[in-house]
């Protein structure tokens, strides 16, 4: 992934450097099983804990030789250490070590990206708690509909944003698995109780049917929870990228003095945050479907998942990542403009309460057919410019069946939001 869209906590656990480390620490973890179960000294734990340690350039020496990254890393391990180097990957083969690894990585990566989309689900909150009553026009279609408030609009994102988390943390569980059964699964070598040993020591849980490889419909879920949760962070900036729209403007990235929103025109504000959101969503659509490809594999393995592994996992995490950091930082720093929002609302005047019209004159004994008609007929009346609300106000056919009192309610945008609040109640924001 190109520097611009990682974080550190993610370089934290998938640089090559954190990668490798992790290597470490299974084979660690390896020897210390061995050494549970009679099969190694004590002594030579001992050596190898106090010598343990590797160095990439030296590993890419080794690895012009192997061809093979991992042993050019065993190697140099052994090298380091010593006589007790011997001791080192005893029994076990690449996949034990690189698999394992892996579903640690994983795992900690789930619990950045779930902090990371709490932190954004945190704003998302504050903002529908802020403008529970600010009142916007919904909008299907792109045309006005129906009036909503700007805080039930963030509520709707708050609750899929809450669904997401609720799938990453069932991914983490899946992921959180590791293997020590060597080299087609069937623990010639290494026992199942050393393997539950192992997986013990480094938080997982032993895989209880893995090849020579942990299964990858584990790990297309999860690139799946991630596409998923990508596509819900590309609709919440759809949605500030359309609201930003010079016709519409109801709110609007924060600008920074001295930003440059074209090179061309100065007075532009384009929304670029939310635009970067949207773009990189695609990428983990992209990705999902590759490791999709990836979990049919020959017999007991073949390398055909190997190398886009090495692009879709750390890539993914990483974007995913970014993208709620970033999505978290357009939030905090969000104007939100009332005015607009209203000034919209009344471009049709009264024609949003049209629905209510034809659901109190339905309620008054008219036919649904007939109620349409009434409607529409005065809502047609309006779009040739006279008051929607007079028209149905003067009509004898809703007169003659409804009060004065009923007409104001079915034009009031009180009664119409009455339950804003229930939505903001049943998705957790209050």
């Known amino acids: 992934m190109i520097e611009r869209y990682t974080t550190s906590a993610m370089n934290s656990i998938w640089s090559r450097q954190a990668k490798y480390q992790r290597w470490q620490d299974v084979e660690v973890a390896i020897v210390e099983a061995h050494v549970e179960l009679g099969a190694v000294p004590a002594?030579?734990?001992?050596?190898?804990?106090?010598?343990?340690?590797?160095?990439?350039?030296?590993?890419?020496?080794?690895?012009?030789?192997?061809?093979?990254?991992?042993?050019?890393?065993?190697?140099?391990?052994s090298e380091n250490i010593g006589e007790s180097g011997r001791f080192v990957h005893l029994g076990v083969t690449s996949y034990d070590v690189i698999d394992t690894a892996l579903g640690i990585m994983l795992r900690d990566?789930?619990?950045?990206?779930?902090?990371?989309?709490?932190?954004?689900?945190?704003?998302?909150?504050?903002?529908?708690?802020?403008?529970?009553?600010?009142?916007?026009?919904?909008?299907?279609?792109?045309?006005?509909?129906?009036?909503?408030?700007?805080g039930f609009k963030c509520a709707n994102w708050y609750a899929e944003l809450t669904r997401n988390i609720s799938r990453l943390e069932l991914a983490r569980v899946e992921l959180a698995v590791g293997k020590v059964s060597g080299a087609v699964g069937i623990h010639a070598i290494t026992s199942p109780e050393m393997e539950q040993i192992v997986c013990s020591k480094l938080g997982l849980t032993p895989d209880p049917a893995s090849t020579q490889i942990i299964n990858r419909d584990r790990?297309?879920?999860?690139?799946?929870?991630?596409?998923?949760?990508?596509?819900?962070?590309?609709?919440?900036?759809?949605?500030?990228?359309?609201?930003?729209?010079?016709?519409?403007?109801?709110?609007?990235?924060?600008?920074?003095?001295?930003?440059?929103?074209?090179?061309?025109?100065?007075?532009k504000r384009n929304p670029w945050n939310s635009e970067t959101v949207c773009g990189l969503a695609r990428l983990l659509r992209g990705?999902?479907?590759?490791?999709?490809?990836?979990?049919?594999?020959?017999?007991?393995?073949?390398?055909?998942?190997?190398?886009?592994?090495?692009?879709?996992?750390?890539?993914?995490?990483?974007?995913?990542?970014?993208?709620?950091?970033?999505?978290?930082?357009?939030?905090?720093g969000l104007q939100v403009f009332p005015e607009?929002?209203?000034?919209?609302?009344?471009?049709?005047?009264?024609?949003?309460?049209s629905e209510h019209v034809m659901i109190a004159l339905i309620h008054a004994g008219?036919?649904?057919?007939?109620?349409?008609?009434?409607?529409?007929?005065?809502?047609?009346?309006?779009?040739?410019?006279?008051?929607?609300?007079?028209?149905?106000?003067?009509?004898?056919?809703?007169?003659?069946?409804?009060?004065?009192?009923?007409?104001?309610?079915?034009?009031?945008?009180?009664?119409?939001?009455?339950?804003?609040?229930?939505?903001?109640?049943?998705?957790?924001v209050r």
């Open 366 to 428: 008219m036919s649904r057919e007939s109620a349409y008609k009434v409607a529409q007929r005065n809502a047609a009346k309006a779009w040739e410019g006279h008051d929607f609300k007079t028209s149905v106000a003067t009509d004898p056919e809703v007169t003659e069946r409804l009060s004065a009192e009923q007409i104001e309610e079915m034009f009031s945008l009180e009664h119409h939001l009455r339950f804003v609040g229930h939505t903001l109640n049943a998705t957790g």
């Open 43 to 77: 002594s030579a734990l001992e050596e190898i804990k106090a010598k343990a340690a590797f160095d990439l350039k030296r590993c890419d020496e080794i690895e012009l030789e192997t061809r093979h990254d991992l042993m050019a890393f065993v190697r140099n391990l």
């Open 109 to 150: 990566s789930c619990d950045v990206l779930i902090k990371s989309a709490h932190a954004l689900g945190t704003e998302i909150k504050r903002l529908s708690l802020e403008h529970e009553h600010t009142v916007e026009i919904g909008r299907t279609h792109g045309i006005h509909a129906e009036p909503i408030t700007f």
């Open 287 to 332: 990705n999902s479907h590759a490791m999709l490809e990836s979990v049919a594999t020959w017999h007991e393995r073949d390398l055909t998942n190997s190398s886009l592994e090495r692009i879709v996992f750390p890539d993914s995490c990483q974007l995913a990542d970014f993208m709620l950091n970033r999505l978290t930082s357009i939030l905090k």
């Open 340 to 353: 607009t929002m209203q000034k919209n609302l009344r471009q049709m005047g009264d024609l949003v309460f």
């Open 219 to 267: 790990h297309a879920n999860f690139l799946n929870v991630l596409a998923l949760m990508g596509a819900g962070l590309e609709r919440i900036a759809t949605e500030l990228r359309n609201l930003q729209r010079t016709e519409i403007l109801e709110v609007q990235e924060a600008f920074a003095k001295g930003q440059t929103g074209s090179s061309a025109m100065p007075h």
